[in-house]
């Protein structure tokens, strides 16, 4: 991608105008397009994604293994050092290959997934292996009903706003710099909130 000229562009440009992905969706996508001249969810851009969802796939499966060779803490081990190895590589990569989340290029998928790894093994080290749970809670909350949050983020609730509406006075009283963070660290309070409502409640979305 980095080296296929584009009409008009050249090769090597990563504007939204000038990119491969984006001229390859204008070509086989027209009119179809999210923004116009590009399309964050893209014909090209949707291979690297789809890499994304396998290195979900392949950590799944290895921490269901139950194979006497790795032991929770082993499996916890190497998830981290994969983890630090993919974002080694993503870097590197990137000095040819620029890191792009809206392209979804493969130095993206590696760098994001690398530090998805180390999370990930953190996580499963302290709350599956150390059996430290409590603390985890909302994590359960978003992740019952992680398909129903993300379309009502998406569409049917304006999270923003009305965290705007309910948090304003605190937010403007506060130096600029910060009011967007604290914009956003509402809008988690409230979808929390209304998470822990529908897991209460037992009501799930599920497909």
């Known amino acids: 991608m980095n080296y296929f ?13 000038g990119s491969l992905s984006s001229y390859f969706d204008r070509q086989f ?6 923004r116009v001249i590009y399309d964050p969810e893209g014909l090209l851009s949707t291979i690297p ?3 994304t969802a396998m290195l979900g796939i392949f950590t799944g499966t290895f921490l269901k293994s139950t194979s006497p060779n790795f032991s ?6 190497v998830l981290f050092f994969v983890g630090i190895l993919n974002i080694y590589v993503g870097l590197a990569w990137s000095l040819i290959f620029p890191i792009n989340k809206t392209m979804w290029t493969s130095t993206f998928v590696l760098f994001s997934g ?25 994590f359960i909350w978003i992740g019952t009903n992680s398909i129903l949050i993300y379309v009502c983020a998406h569409g049917l609730i304006n ?16 130096p600029t710099i910060w009011q967007q963070a604290c914009l ?14 529908l897991y209460e409640k037992k009501w799930f979305l599920k497909i």
């Open 72 to 77: 929770p803490q082993k499996k916890a081990i």
């Open 184 to 197: 956003w660290i509402g809008v988690l309070i409230i979808q929390l909130f209304l998470l822990r409502f």
């Open 49 to 51: 994604a789809i890499c």
């Open 114 to 138: 690398g530090w998805s790894l180390i999370l990930l093994a953190v996580f499963y080290y302290v709350i599956d292996v150390k059996n430290i749970k409590k603390w985890s809670l909302p």
């Open 159 to 174: 999270f923003e706003s009305t965290a705007q509406f309910l948090f304003g006075g605190i937010i403007n009283a506060i």
């Open 29 to 34: 996508l027209p009119g179809k397009l999210h």
């Open 5 to 17: 000229p584009v009409p008009n562009f050249g090769a090597g440009v990563f504007t939204p105008e």
